[in-house]
T-cell receptor
Framework: GAVVSQHPSWVICKSGTSVKIECRSL??????MFWYRQFPKQSLMLMAT?????????EQGVEKDKFLINHASLTLSTLTVTSAHPEDSSFYIC?????????????FGPGTRLTVT | GNSVTQMEGPVTLSEEAFLTINCTYT??????LFWYVQYPGEGLQLLLK?????DKGSNKGFEATYRKETTSFHLEKGSVQVSDSAVYFC??????????FGKGTRLHILP
């Protein structure tokens, strides 16, 4: 149980285009989803916290107009990288928590590798 | 700065060797502490956790003890296997259910 999927697993796009990444909780309802960014040999950096039906809360330094997050249902959150540039190339990971889970119990997706050319 | 510091990798060991990956944290109070593992091509998985001082988390032969005196949560395993090759992340709980991660330590186990 507690499986989180991401789609796509990798994507290559041209500079200036937008890319949407989906995060789904497959067998549980996720009240909260988190989006992280991971650079090579670096830690996971939290970008934003997303609660179903409300606006996402962005971490300091993260451009909310560039990284659009939508959490339309209890099983789906999307991250859209708008007007992508090469510096946006990274590994994006989502996680989800469930109301019955213990505090800090997050289930992670396998990640999406974005390359902007 | 990063409030979770772990030893830099990569760490390369032979099979059946003893493993220690050091981790220290900074925080006010006593946060929950975690070790996550990321196998090649997969997402992060919770390996073990400890929620209060002197607790020992354990799973799959790995152990870590919450040491408040030294603000540490070192990961240990007595005899590693090739299948343990992965990236290991130390982490602590933050405000609003957030998790703060260390930079990760890549572990290579040679047969």
């Amino acid at each position: 149980g507690a499986v989180v999927s991401q789609h796509p697993s990798w994507v290559i796009c041209k500079s200036g285009t937008s890319v949407k990444i989906e995060c789904r909780s497959l067998d549980f309802q996720a009240t909260t989803m988190f989006w992280y960014r991971q650079f090579p040999k670096q830690s996971l950096m939290l970008m934003a916290t997303s609660n179903e039906g409300s606006k996402a809360t962005y971490e300091q330094g993260v451009e909310k107009d560039k990284f659009l997050i939508n959490h339309a249902s209890l099983t789906l959150s999307t991250l859209t990288v708008t007007s992508a540039h090469p510096e946006d190339s990274s590994f994006y990971i989502c996680s989800a928590s469930a109301p019955i889970a213990a505090q800090y119990e997050q289930y992670f997706g396998p990640g999406t590798r974005l390359t902007v050319t | 700065g990063n409030s979770v510091t772990q030893m830099e990798g990569p760490v390369t060991l032979s099979e059946e060797a003893f493993l220690t990956i050091n981790c220290t944290y900074t925080a006010t109070g006593y946060p929950s502490l975690f070790w996550y593992v990321q196998y090649p091509g997969e997402g992060l998985q919770l390996l073990l956790k400890a929620t209060k001082a002197d607790d020992k988390g354990s799973n799959k032969g790995f152990e870590a003890t919450y040491r408040k005196e030294t603000t540490s949560f070192h990961l240990e395993k007595g005899s590693v296997q090739v299948s343990d090759s992965a990236v290991y992340f130390c982490a602590r709980g933050g405000r609003d259910d957030k998790i703060i991660f260390g930079k990760g330590t890549r572990l290579h186990i040679l047969p």
